[in-house]
């Protein structure tokens, strides 16, 4: 990922979009550090947490999670639920053993309920459990550490369409019961439109553009953002639109092309697009798009 920035505020949701390589996995795990940035710097409130080591990463841990996105490989198979859910509670020692047993267990019996799980799942295996309740447990493990901030990484999209709406929808009222900040990585849009707060939209390794939900939806401003909406089906036999249809193949990341990485495969490049990389400009309030030709609008109020 090259020179990717935002923000996410708390109770906010940030959605990350693009095709599929463009870099949205690797921009979630490099904030939790699960991936070492070579450079740039990541804060998680007043904290730098770029260089932490030991003892300081380990209380970063505590404040930022993870909910995987597939169900099946991403919980212990040979662990009870009761073991996967508490396993986080233990490694940083809020409860020991003897008579912190009992309420470590009512914790993690909160923890289930809060996710929509019974008391009985404490002693059944992942493998005993549909893959919308899979998503449940580990979104409950996410849960146990009282987290800031939550990296999703599409944590619906292995899930059946029915149960999506579940799994989304219980995130979101566990974010507005806690004030979770979710950074959610897509590339569903009615997903992202479901859930999202604000959408950043990313390109071989770069943010493109990036603004509220309701702006994305309704007036997207760089090319490929068009190119993805126009892609999206619409619920309705009758309806049609015109397609903005972009052809190629994702150009490689250890390579890109120079200039706007984009304009290899968009349909409105000029001269200017193939030599200058776009910086990314604010065009109206919140709403930021790296391309050349939107540098003749003007800012709007």
Request: aromatic content about 6%; glycine content about 8%; charged content about 25%.
């Amino acid at each position: 990922v090259d020179g990717v920035s935002f923000e996410i505020r708390a109770g906010e949701t940030l959605c990350l979009v693009g095709e599929s390589g463009c870099g949205k996995s690797t921009v979630g795990k490099t904030v939790l550090r699960l991936l070492e940035p070579t450079s740039g710097r990541i804060w998680l409130g007043d904290t730098e947490v770029t260089h932490l080591h030991d003892e300081g990463m380990r209380e970063h841990r505590r404040e930022a999670q993870m909910v995987f996105q597939d169900p099946y490989s991403s919980l212990n198979p040979r662990m009870r639920v009761g073991q996967i859910v508490a396993e986080p509670l233990e490694n940083y020692g809020l409860f020991g053993a003897g008579r912190d047993a009992a309420e470590k267990e009512r914790r993690v019996v909160a923890l289930l309920e809060k996710v929509g799980l019974r008391r009985d799942a404490l002693e059944r295996y992942p493998f005993e459990f549909s893959g919308g309740q899979r998503q449940r447990l580990g979104i409950a493990r996410a849960l146990a550490l009282n987290p800031r901030l939550i990296v999703a990484d599409e944590p619906v999209s292995a899930l059946d369409v029915s149960v999506q709406a579940q799994v989304l929808n219980l995130l979101m009222d566990l974010q507005e019961e806690f004030g979770l900040a979710y950074l959610f990585v897509s590339h569903d849009l009615a997903v992202v439109e479901h859930i999202g707060h604000r959408i950043a939209v990313m390109y071989l390794g770069r943010i493109v553009e990036l603004a509220s939900k309701e702006r994305i939806f309704s007036r997207p401003l760089h090319p490929y953002t068009e190119a993805l909406m126009a892609a999206a089906p619409i619920a309705d036999p009758k309806a049609r639109r015109e397609r903005l249809v972009i052809e190629g193949d994702v150009p490689s990341p250890i390579n890109p092309p120079s200039g706007c990485h984009f304009h290899t495969r968009c349909p409105y490049a000029e001269a200017r697009c193939r030599t200058e990389a776009p910086a990314l400009r604010e065009v109206a309030s919140g709403h930021v798009v790296a391309c050349h030709l939107r540098d003749a609008m003007q800012t709007e109020h």
